[in-house]
């Protein structure tokens, strides 16, 4: 059996998610929590940035820190 790190689901998805720019996204993972750091465009898209992970497996806690910048 393939054990996916939980690094590698949340890549995935974010990439997957087509309401987020990924390019503008770090993200730190340790025990279950994934803190999502960068710069985004939008309150919309700092939303869908943390629903894109809400449902990953291994996911147990979200530390939204995405800055909303129109620039």
């Known amino acids: 059996m393939i054990s996916i790190s939980l ?3 949340v890549f995935t ?3 997957h998610s087509p309401h987020v720019a990924r390019r503008n996204l ?5 025990d ?12 919309f ?3 869908m940035a943390q629903e894109a992970l ?3 497996d291994g996911v147990h806690e979200i530390a939204n820190e ?6």
């Open 54 to 56: 809400r449902y990953v």
């Open 7 to 9: 690094e590698d689901r």
């Open 32 to 43: 279950g929590r994934v803190t999502l750091r960068g710069v985004v465009g939008s309150y």
């Open 26 to 30: 770090r993200f730190e993972t340790h």
């Open 13 to 15: 998805a974010l990439q």
């Open 66 to 71: 995405l800055e909303v910048s129109a620039v």
């Open 45 to 47: 898209q700092k939303q």
